[in-house]
Each structure stands twice: as C-alpha cells, then as structure tokens.
C-alpha cells in the first residue's frame, strides 16, 4: 500500500515550486520539517535494490590493490591503468562499495564508501560500458549491486548503438551514472529528504572522482543532458521494470576515460541515446517496503529541479566557459606545502567513517587547518575537476581548538569573485581580518572573534558535535540569483556541490588523523542569522563538523566481504 501526503503543487513554475520546497523544509527553533514524526520500522527501506532475471556478473576483489598514496591523488596523475574488468572492480571497491559491517546486539548494517544521511543510502550506481573480457563481450548498461560487488546487465548495446553514443569519445571511455530513490530517505526525514539525497549524490560523484584519479583517470559530469535523456538511457523511465517497486529518479552523468575527456559541452545525441534505450533490457526492481508514504513535496520539487530540453542551452553555455569554470577559478594545487603523509589512497578511502560524538579535546594546528581548506578550493585538481561551472557555494566556518587561530566566525571564499556580493549579504560589523600565517592565495577570513561552541551546537539542532569538534562548517550558497540565473533545475546541483565538499572533508580529516561527520539537521533561518544573512541570496544547504572522535566499544566491525571473495595482488 502506498500513501499520498497532500497534492502536487507545481502549476508550470518550476522556479516558484523549488523556491516554495525550499522555505517549506526549512528546520525552525520552534518546528521541523514536516516528517512521520517517528520511525516506522516495519517499513524501513531494504538498503539494496536488485534487478531480479538480470544476468549478474561477479566482480574480483584483489587484496591489497597497488594504488597510488593519497596526497598523490593531487597532483599531475601518474599513467592511467587500462580500462579492464580488474580496474572496474577497483574503480567501484574505492566509490560505491561496502566498507565495513557494523553488529550490535544480533543486528547487523553495512557501511559504504560513499558517506550517506543516516546511513541510508539512496543513491544507486550505473556504469555503461564498452565491450570487456570477463564483463561482457558485447557494450552494455549495467546496475551496481555493493552487498554482491557485481554488476547487473540491464541491457545489452549493439555495437551500432555503442558507437552512436560513445564513437568520438577516446579508447576505453565508458560513462558512470547515479540515481536516487527519494523513499529511503523520506522513510526517516519526510518532506526534507530530497536535500538529502541531493548531498548524497554529491558524495558519491566525489567518491567516484577520486577512485577514478587512484587509477589515473578522469572523469567529469556531462552538464547539459535532459532528465528525460538521462532516465531512458539508465532504464529507469521502464514503467514494466519497476510494477510498484520504488522507482529511482536520475540524477547525473559522467564521462570517465583514460585519457583526455572531450570538450566539456559535450553530450551524447539524442539519436544516440534513442538507439540505446531501445536494446533488449531484462530485469525487475526489487521491492523495498511493504508500504510506503509519497510526499508530494518531493515528487514536486525533483520534477520541478528537473533539466528539460529549453534549459539545455544554457546549460551547455556555462559548460563551455573555460574562462568562467570552476576548474579555472582557483589557485594551483597546494600539496607541496605540506609534506607527503604516507597514508595509502585505498585506506584513507576505506577507513573512512562518519563520526558519532566528538571528544571536545582534540585540536590540530593552525597550517594544518589551512592546509585542509586548501584542498576545498575549487582548481584544476581532483576532485574540483569534475564540476564544469564556477564555485557556486562557500564556507561559514566556526572555529573551536585550531592551535594558533582565534577561536570564532570565519570565512572561506571559494570564489573570489563572489567577494563583494558577500561582503554585502553578510553583517557588516564583521571584521573581514585576513588570520596570521594564513597563506596569501588561501581567501580565508577572519569575521568575529570568541567563543562560537554554544552557537554551533545550538543552530545545528543542538547536537553537541558541532560544537566538541575541531570546526564546524556551514555551506552557504549563492541561491536565489543562480536559480533565477540558471533555472530550478540549478537546485539540485547547488546541494551536490556541498556533497563534493564534504566528501572531501571527510577524506581530509582522515587523512589528518581526525574524523568527520555530515550535519543535515540544522536550524536554516537560524544560522542565517548567524552570520546577518537576511536574504535569500545565500543559503545554509549542509553543515559539516571535523574534530576527535569518540567510538562506541559496543560496536563491532566486520568486514565488508567475506575472505573467500579476496584475491591476491597478482
């Protein structure tokens, strides 16, 4: 049985119906937004969807897989590793596989690479691939299943049609895909889940990114693909596939190749696309829950944030701006400033975890912060490379026990640019002080000085992390002008970019020796006021706290797959 919570309201504004979801899923001081209001167990969403009568191919886990140290991730990339069943295998065990099992009192869940809200991941993973030994002979569209780490064929291509889609792309090519299922989210958060789902996504493209680079590939979104494209060519628009299984809604593609990716406007045609979405497909969605809830809010804003046919030039323009992109607005990379830390990329990458509490204790030096916010500069490095427009959103930062560094507000300006835009949207009384020792190419500012711990846990529904860490950081967006700029389907990207950002928050405060932990509970309006925001030009759309962590000994780990799927490193 499926339950409806309200109508749809849409009437052919896109733009008023995501401006409208966003002040409708708000958090206030004096009310959430709007949700079940408690946990319907009997109901919560299986965390792996199946294409049951899919032929299934199992992938091989190599023990111990060479690759690359993670600092060396952000430099010039070392020669890429040919595009095979093993390196696909990686590609996935470094970005969408499981990581860990966690057992408590006889029950048991699975941790993931890709970091998700509550552990409840919503993304789902497609790779569409050329012809491979040991995968397919024939070029294919394939679901990933992380509990099996193995690939689904939903459809096998026909060389004609691989070619029509991917002919002028280099050798050994092949796109990475993801959808959401909004309902594993709304199972717990309600009307507020497609913000979620939206972090989440990013997350995990981040994830994709940076297991690409540990192979010396690139990858990078295409920015200009229609909703309705994008949905025929993963087959999740297959009305029959799905019956009343819960459906997924496409989010994003990417090109990931060997070697050199083409100009960043491009896209595959829609003739192309056409001749793949009629290939012979098999398999059936798995069902998730008995019963479920349909907030029509979500089922609003994901059509309204949807790209569709008018908005692809547009899209497309801003692609094509190499002297507007993200990838050209920042400094080069800052590695060399630190030095090598030692720590393999495959460990930082599988050990990471999100954290549960904070000590209130731990701190970390002042070069050490700065260093780490380097690497949350857009440039023409990992994982920034994959974003083909500019820096659109920007960090609010309270510090807690950075050695050297005042305790307070501050100001990470991902784009200089935005500098005065800024300036003017926030409280003027702040101070703008550029911190001692802070590197000069590093836009961190100083804005009000003192003890921001209170603040902190209070604006992010008073959960004491944020204020026990080492910082913690709101993301605060440029918004109303880039949706009236951009189009509403702007807003689901502004919430992916922070996801990229806190993928790499969490990686670097592995790396560091700390822990890390996404906040999606947090008080809107109230941290707004926070920083004298009283527009809706910027807008907090996720937090993020990095500090020591405290574990649960009643936890147990167990290991992401059983010791008979291990290989050797041959």
Excluded at 287 to 314: C, F, N, P, Y
Aim: aromatic share 10%; with cysteine; glycine share 8%.
């Amino acid at each position: 049985m499926t339950e409806s919570t309200g109508q749809r309201n849409f009437d052919g504004d896109p733009l008023a119906a995501v401006l409208a979801y966003h002040e409708r899923t708000k958090h206030h001081f004096h009310r959430f937004a709007r949700s079940l209001g408690h946990l319907d167990w009997a109901n919560q969403p299986d965390p792996f969807r199946r294409y049951e009568g899919a032929p299934f191919v199992r992938l091989a886990i190599r023990e111990g897989e060479p690759l690359p140290r993670y600092d060396d991730l952000f430099v010039p990339r070392a020669a890429p590793v040919p595009v095979d069943s093993r390196s696909v295998s990686s590609f996935l065990y470094h970005s969408l596989a499981l990581s860990a099992w966690k057992s408590f009192q006889g029950a048991s869940w699975a941790l993931r690479v890709n970091p998700s809200s509550g552990n409840l991941h919503p993304t789902e993973g497609y790779l569409i691939l050329p012809p491979i030994a040991e995968i397919g002979e024939r070029a294919g569209v394939y679901h990933y299943a992380p509990r099996e780490h193995g690939l689904e064929r939903r459809a096998e291509v026909e060389g004609a049609a691989w070619t029509a889609l991917a002919g002028d792309l280099p050798p050994g090519a092949f796109f990475a895909a993801l959808a959401s299922i909004h309902w594993r989210e709304a199972w717990k958060y309600g009307e507020r889940a497609y913000r979620y789902c939206q972090h989440d996504a990013g997350h995990a493209i981040a994830a994709c990114r940076i297991a690409a680079a540990a192979l010396g590939w690139r990858l990078r979104i295409v920015p200009a693909i229609a909703h309705a494209d994008l949905a025929a060519l993963l087959g999740v628009d297959r009305e029959g596939d799905f019956g009343e299984a819960e459906r997924e809604e496409a989010d994003l593609l990417a090109i990931v190749s060997p070697v050199d990716l083409p100009p960043p406007d491009w896209r595959p045609s829609r003739a192309a696309i056409r001749a793949v979405a009629a290939s012979v497909w098999t398999g059936r969605a798995n069902r998730l829950s008995h019963e479920r809830i349909v907030w029509e809010a979500i089922e609003t804003v994901a059509d309204a944030g949807r790209l569709r046919d008018t908005e692809k030039k547009q899209d497309r323009e801003e692609g094509r701006s190499g002297g507007e992109s993200l990838s050209d607005a920042a400094p080069t990379d800052r590695r060399a400033e630190r030095p090598l830390r030692g720590r393999s990329a495959s460990e930082i990458i599988r050990t990471r975890r999100s954290a549960v509490s904070m000590d209130g204790r731990t701190s970390m030096e002042a070069n050490d912060f700065f260093f780490l916010l380097g690497r949350l500069l857009p440039c023409r490095s990992v994982p920034w490379d994959l974003l083909p427009w500019r820096a659109r959103v920007h960090l609010g930062l309270f510090v807690h026990r950075v050695r050297g560094l005042d305790p307070g507000l501050y100001w990470l300006l991902r784009d200089p640019g935005e500098e005065g835009n800024v300036r003017a949207a926030l409280n003027p009384e702040f101070s703008w002080e550029r911190p001692p020792g802070a590197p000069r190419d590093l836009p961190l500012f100083a804005l009000a000085k003192g003890d921001v711990q209170g603040v902190a846990a209070a604006v992010s529904c008073g959960q004491e992390i944020a204020g026990e860490g080492v910082f913690s950081a709101g993301m605060l967006a440029r918004f109303e002008p880039i949706l009236r700029e951009r189009g509403a389907h702007a807003y689901p990207w502004l919430f992916r970019e922070t996801g990229v950002i806190g993928q790499m928050l969490y990686l670097e405060a592995e790396a560091a020796g700390l822990r890390g932990t996404g906040i999606g509970c947090f008080f809107d309006d109230p941290v707004h006021e926070v920083f004298g925001i009283r527009s809706a030009d910027y807008q907090s759309l996720y937090h993020f706290t990095v500090g020591g962590p405290v574990d649960d000994p009643r936890l147990s780990t167990l290991p992401a797959y059983p010791a008979s799927r291990l290989r050797p490193t041959e």
